[in-house]
């Protein structure tokens, strides 16, 4: 049928079935590398400085408090007994869980064949390091004695001693160094083809011996892709379980204690479902501003891809809303009076404002997302994600403290208060994440370029594709 | 014919530039058809259906790397049974190391075996691909720079058998190829 005999009717019903494009209409190959190259190659803005005086600043107090930290002990931070794991603990699995979303759009989504993944990995995957980073300050420093924290290696010692390779905190060690390398692996095996765009499209001695060395002498023949593609599959294979298995260890610290409230098996689960929707939170919250600076990249992070990610962010925001629900009633179903006590005590306490602080940001907030019209403008995405980043800060809190503040015996009953230097280098992590994040849009394309170029229509041989 | 790379140095290889990748798809069915073996077809990104079309093998990084993380896995059954059952040994969870205190040896295992499998995927890809190298005759060619943004190519080298310099050129004209280069080797 020609188009022009359709019923407004059909019209909307097809429209309604069609997919959007994953790239804007008009926008060529060449247009892909010129402009995602552009950003890389012109000249610094000044935004650019602007914003990375304000995160350097912050990186120095990090430094500063860490120092200070390590030449005067760790009791600069407000645990005691009985919190013993208070921010540090809190920061960790929070920024570890932010890592989970860029793990997951650059391997299950590549293994589920969700094309639109294209041009957020890159910027996602680097999210995801530079997270890592960050949560891996915190257990390092909480060890005290920083200068001992290679007892975690397993390797021979003066004192004959060996680790316990059933300890929860042992198992963290190894899944928190493993996803980290891999990530690493993963992301720089992504950049490779890119790096020999920059490469090739270099003007200057120093870039082109820059990204001539890290480019490795890519040349794009088919001979290579073989192997490339494969390689990428596996890595994503391997990915996959691996994000899975990382935030469960982190649960598993928590789990395979005694403590009420942290004793459970829904922790795995819960926890991957909190981290895929906190980091999706952060993925929004830094691709949004960044596609405001360069309005061309809208073109490529469609108004469909923020629309994407939103139903995940509603989806893992439901499951989460799902096991807080959960967690009560199992308490209440369990009959164990310690555990009904610590849900009762971190709903009703005095930690009830950060309880309820968490349910708005997390369960509530999010439902927003059912309306098409929030999903499809940015400003509230941004409001809602910024929403969920506060609420997923504060589900760790209200997991570390309010167990801690009321274990079995009133005796060891306590409240938990920050000091300046907790305050100061949790700002100082997001210093260190802005400083790193900023470092990587300057010297590195953000968007993954030739994988965006093999999801346009003409890359595909069997579309007859033209262009 | 053009000229890439120093004239007096050995030759590499004929190489022609195509308009887009149904093109190079098809040019590689017909250089295969034609019963060339020694060539290569260049992409910015990779092209769905490009391995049948020059029928090459499935990638064997799977196996590699499958060996890569049985490796892993025995070593981190050495790593905590070697510490944990001889030469120092521990109890546990009221369990000395035994059949029952095995599932908490678990996530070690399972993180060494991913470890190890990444990087010998890594590792695999890289010389499974001879990178890196830093240097090859390709790029004495200035429009193969083009490969990398948006430009196809194919290049047939000479230490194929069927190969010769002219009727090879002429060839890959003949399939719609335009500025046909001759490759030397420095």
């Known amino acids: ?467 | 014919m053009d000229i890439a790379g120093n004239p007096s140095s050995p030759l590499y290889g004929v190489g022609a530039e195509f308009a887009s990748a149904v093109d190079l798809v098809r040019v590689a069915k017909e250089l295969r058809a034609a019963g060339y073996e020694s060539f290569d077809v260049f992409s910015p990104f990779p092209i769905h259906g490009m391995d049948k079309a020059v029928q090459s093998r499935r990638s064997p990084l799977g196996r590699i790397v499958f060996i890569g993380g049985l490796t892993g896995f025995l070593a981190a059954v050495a790593l905590q049974y070697i510490p944990s059952a001889v030469i120092y040994p521990l109890i546990v969870h009221g369990k000395p190391f035994g059949f029952f205190a095995i599932p908490a040896y678990f996530p070690i295992l399972f993180e060494t075996t991913v470890l190890f499998s990444a990087f010998t995927a890594f590792i695999g890809l890289l010389m499974m691909i001879g990178l890196p190298r830093f240097n090859h005759p390709l790029f004495n060619w200035d429009r193969f720079k083009g490969v990398s943004a948006d430009g196809f190519f194919a290049v047939i080298e000479s230490r194929d058998p069927k190969f010769s310099k002219d009727e090879t050129g002429r060839f890959l004209e003949s399939l719609g190829g335009s500025n046909v280069t001759v490759i030397h080797e420095d």
């Open chain 1, 1 to 467: 049928m020609a188009e022009g005999t359709l019923s407004p009717v059909e019209e909307r019903a097809r429209a309604s079935v069609e997919r959007a494009p994953l790239v804007a209409p008009g926008r060529t190959r060449g247009w892909i590398s010129d402009y995602v190259s552009s950003i890389v190659e012109a000249k610094t803005p000044r935004w650019w400085w602007v914003a990375i005086s304000i995160t350097g600043t912050l990186l120095l107090v990090l430094i500063a408090c860490t120092t200070y930290l390590v030449a005067t002990g760790v009791g600069v931070w407000g645990n005691n007994h009985p919190v013993g794991w208070a921010w540090d603990i809190t920061n960790f699995v929070f920024w570890i869980g932010i890592g989970h979303a860029g793990t997951l759009i650059s391997a299950i989504l590549f293994l589920t064949r969700q094309k639109w993944r294209t041009s957020i990995n890159r910027a996602a995957e680097a999210m995801t390091l530079f997270a890592v980073i960050c949560a891996a300050i915190y257990p390092t420093m909480h060890v005290g004695r920083v200068w001992m924290s290679w007892f975690l290696i397993p390797v021979p010692n003066a004192n004959g001693i060996w680790q316990n390779f059933r300890s929860p905190l042992m198992w963290d060690a190894f899944a928190v160094l493993t996803y980290f390398l891999v990530s690493v692996l993963f992301w720089y095996t992504g950049l490779i083809p890119d790096l020999a765009t920059l490469r090739d499209r270099a003007t200057t001695k120093v870039r082109k011996f820059f990204y001539g060395i890290l480019a490795l002498g890519w040349r794009g023949g088919n001979r290579q892709w073989r192997h490339y593609e494969m390689a990428y599959l596996l890595l994503a294979g391997l990915s996959t379980p691996l994000v899975l298995s990382v935030h469960s260890v982190v649960s598993f610290d928590f789990a395979a204690s005694v403590i009420p409230g942290w004793h459970t098996t829904i922790f795995p689960p819960y926890f991957v479902a909190g981290a895929i929707f906190g980091g999706f939170a952060m993925v929004l919250t830094i691709l949004i501003p960044a596609r405001a600076v360069y309005r061309p990249l809208g073109d490529l992070i469609t108004v469909s891809h923020i629309d994407k990610m939103c139903k995940v962010l509603l989806f893992t925001g439901s499951i989460v809303g799902y096991a807080y629900l959960m967690e009560m009633f199992m308490a209440w179903y369990s009959g164990n009076p310690f555990e009904r006590a610590t849900f009762w005590y971190r709903a009703t306490g005095p930690y009830w404002w950060a309880y309820a602080l968490m349910i708005l940001c997390n369960v509530a907030v999010p439902q927003l997302l059912w309306f098409r019209f929030f999903r499809t403008h940015v400003i509230w995405v941004f409001v809602i994600a910024m929403f969920a980043n506060v609420g997923m800060w504060f589900e760790r809190f209200v997991i570390v403290a309010t167990s801690l503040t009321r274990d079995f015996l009133p005796s060891s009953w306590g409240m938990f208060h920050p000091t300046w230097v907790d305050i100061a280098m949790f700002a100082g992590t997001f210093g260190l994440f802005g400083t790193l994040f900023l470092l990587f849009i300057r010297f590195l394309p953000m968007i993954c370029m030739f994988e965006v170029k093999a999801v346009l229509p003409s890359a595909n041989p069997d579309s007859g594709g033209k262009l």
